[in-house]
């Protein structure tokens, strides 16, 4: 290997290494709970306020709680569950899913992670 060939390499693993340091920098605490069902906004709710919420979507109720400037799904019917088990989201940009009932949240506020998403 030459010394041209070791500059390449080094240089390619301090831009991955790079890249991976920015990307996963932490976005600013959210402020603001959006809750969509079928894709519609259904309610805002502040994030400083704790709250238990019901939201009716396709299968039953989805309960999503707020405490401590974070919201969850506490409980939610369908049966796979990942959106419960996804946990406590806070940061500005955060999105937590539940498909098969048709409701998800989204974090506001601050500066988020992402300029945009597309669906």
């Not at 890249?19 to 400083?48: C, K, M, V």
């Not at 088990?85 to 500005?92: K, V």
Request: aromatic content about 10%; glycine content about 10%.
């Amino acid at each position: 290997m030459t010394l041209a060939d070791k500059a390449v390499v080094f240089i390619a693993v301090l831009a991955a290494g790079l890249s991976f340091y920015f990307a996963w920098q932490p976005s600013a605490p959210g402020t603001l709970l959006e809750i969509y069902q079928d894709n519609t906004l259904y309610e805002r709710h502040s994030l400083n306020e704790p709250a238990t919420l019901n939201v009716p979507g396709k299968l039953g109720d989805s309960v999503i709680e707020i405490d401590q400037g974070r919201a969850r799904f506490q409980s939610s019917p369908c049966t796979s569950k990942f959106c419960v088990h996804a946990g406590w989201m806070q940061q500005a940009g955060d999105v937590i899913a539940c498909l098969p009932n048709g409701v998800h949240i989204q974090i506001h506020g601050g500066q988020g992670r992402f300029d945009a998403i597309a669906f």
